[in-house]
């Protein structure tokens, strides 16, 4: 029996966790799902996004399948509840694959993983404001980039042992610059792996010219964000981006994608990043049967393109995605 936070949190979060729930329940697997609220409509009540008592809650399980947050630009002391939840819980992995699917809108033989660094850099929420300036601070650690450096090398080697290191060191020489030096540093443990070194904006460049050049990309918090999103736009948009927060000893998984208030509540929203984030809980749960007979069921339905969400140029409902996810999976 796996015990698994649930938070759809908010938007269209709330349409497309119980969709991945019923996907995972398909499986006939034992799950005690516990269900649990964070982000903007909690902190609308209680004035926190991430309560205490959610916090332990969550602590008591293996895992956790995430939806969205809405994190409102302009409101005071609001501080986003997965950010906070990646930081507390100390998810320092935070790993993006893009892969190339059977539709029009996706790039072919893309097969790539984002390994962004997700606790500090420019998330690490140090901000002030002096007079008329304001300014972020940029916090890298030898600590944090050794980690995450070690956690993309070893994950290079089961995959096709290249690595894309990407940094502005030529700029942040500081900041950029210590977290090229260590990633370099652990290189050395990894002989096997082949090591490239690029600056965001080139690699912004490339991965829209030869993305399938790239394997494993290592970077820091926001690059990481932004590359990641560019990624998930060559393979077929934010509606098919799943991720994997991973820590020690927790991991929480959510699709890329945030609430979409601009399609919350139409029952239209892609349930299938949600799903693949479910499955990459499944091969972190060492179920890899499960997880690749989900994704081989979601390849299906993207082939046969008869049940898709308008994102993808469909005319399909949430659910009737998910249906048809579900009966691929038990053909
Ligand atoms: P977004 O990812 O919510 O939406 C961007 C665009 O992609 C929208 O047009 C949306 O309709 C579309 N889209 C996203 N997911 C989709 C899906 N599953 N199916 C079909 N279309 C989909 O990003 P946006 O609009 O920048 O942010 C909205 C809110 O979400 C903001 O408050 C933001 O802070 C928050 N957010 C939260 C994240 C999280 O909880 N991890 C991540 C990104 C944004
Ligand atoms: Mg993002």
Redesign the pocket.
Known sequence: MYKIAVIP?D???KT?VPEAVRVLESTGLKFDFRYMEVGYEVFKKVGTSVPEEVLSKIKETQACLFG?????VGVADYR???VTLRKTLDLFANVRPAKSYPIRSSVKDVDLVTVRENTEGLYSGIEFELEDSAFTLRMITRKASERIAKFAFNLAMKRRKKITIVTKANVMRKSCGLFREVSLLVAKDYPEVEVNELFVDVAAMNLVLKPQVFDVILTSNLFGDILSDEAAGLVG???LAPSANIGDDYALF??????????AGKG????M?AILSAKMMLNYLGENKWAEQIENAVVIVLREGKYL?P?LGGGSATHEVTEAIIDALEA
């Open positions: 949190g938007g269209i979060g497309v969205a947050t809405t994190t409102p986003s509840a997965v948009g934010l509606g959510e699709p890329v994608h945030g609430s979409a208030p601009d399609i239209i929203a892609n349930p990043a969400t994102d």
